[in-house]
């Protein structure tokens, strides 16, 4: 029975995931065209995709799925503006680095010793990014 579906639905159907039919699959119709034959079943619903009833019922199960995701996401933005209206700040906040201000006169103090910013992050177990970032703000406070 399992010949005629595609590995992807097959992986589907064994993980419960839609994303890998996603993946290769640019529309609900490009999706119905890889799995020709295929029985759908869906919380006891069965229909067989090669009949125009069950291409119907597959195309609106899609459609479903789709006012649905465009639902959430227009819950998410509203609830954001709202939040904003409200005066919150979202997103991460510029706060206390209490590591890289810690370190910061050892990164400087390896820095005048001509060590690379590379050499410096795997001596003190911190990203070369971060030893960019003490730099970078050591020369705005020296200005």
């Known amino acids: 029975m399992q010949d005629h579906i595609p590995r992807e639905l097959r992986t589907f159907e064994r993980n419960h995931r839609l994303n890998l039919i996603d993946k290769t699959a640019?529309?609900?119709h490009h999706l119905l065209e890889r799995c020709d034959r295929a029985v759908v079943a869906m919380n006891g619903m069965t229909?067989?995709?090669d009949t125009p009833h069950g291409r119907m019922m597959a195309t609106m199960l899609a459609g479903i799925a789709q006012?649905?995701?465009d639902l959430l996401s227009e819950r998410v933005k509203s609830g954001l503006a709202a939040a904003r209206a409200r005066g919150k700040k979202l997103g991460r906040q510029?706060?206390?680095?209490p590591k890289s201000d810690k370190l910061a006169p050892?990164?400087?103090q390896a820095i005048e010793n001509g060590r690379s910013y590379?050499?410096?992050a795997r001596d003190l177990g911190i990203s070369k990014n971060t030893v960019t970032?003490?730099?970078r703000r050591h020369r705005q406070n020296a200005l």
């Open 106 to 108: 050892k990164v400087l």
């Open 67 to 69: 006012f649905e995701r």
């Open 94 to 97: 510029p706060g206390q680095r």
């Open 47 to 49: 229909f067989e995709l």
């Open 118 to 120: 590379r050499w410096i």
């Open 26 to 28: 640019k529309s609900i």
């Open 133 to 135: 970032d003490i730099v």
